[in-house]
Nanobody, 122 residues
Framework: QVQLVESGGGLVQAGGSLRLSCAAS????????MGWFRQGPGKERDFVAT????????YYADSVKGRFTISRDNAKKTVYLQMNSLKPEDTAVYYC???????????????WGQGTQVTVSS
């Protein structure tokens, strides 16, 4: 069992940066691949980025590639999403998830956080 709590969201101007964190509890964090997803108003939940349990493999949605970086610290049981060059279309609730991936499909993730709001103003 893994519990996930996101933090770091907020309001930022276009072109700015934010760093999201996802803190996990439970002894098996390092066994899971981790993912970030987002859901904008009236939209479906979309894949953002994923990282393997070891951190050796990462994958990104085309819309964030080159701007966002996912990383993890297994000793701290935390996964991060560094978001640079933010755009208004990045506005969404951002969720972290743990699963057996890495995968871009939300169906592959078993545990989810409650989400953190990111708002990018133009």
């Amino acid at each position: 069992q893994v519990q996930l709590v996101e933090s770091g969201g907020g309001l930022v101007q276009a072109g700015g940066s934010l760093r999201l964190s996802c803190a996990a509890s439970g002894r098996t964090f390092s066994r899971y691949s981790m993912g970030w997803f987002r859901q904008g108003p009236g939209k479906e939940r979309d894949f953002v980025a994923t990282i393997s349990w070891s951190g050796d493999s990462t994958y990104y949605a085309d819309s964030v590639k080159g701007r966002f970086t996912i990383s993890r610290d297994n000793a701290k049981k935390t996964v991060y999403l560094q978001m640079n060059s933010l755009k208004p279309e990045d506005t969404a609730v951002y969720y972290c998830a743990a699963g057996n991936g890495p995968s871009s499909s939300w169906r592959e993730y078993n545990y989810w956080g409650q989400g953190t709001q990111v708002t990018v103003s133009s």
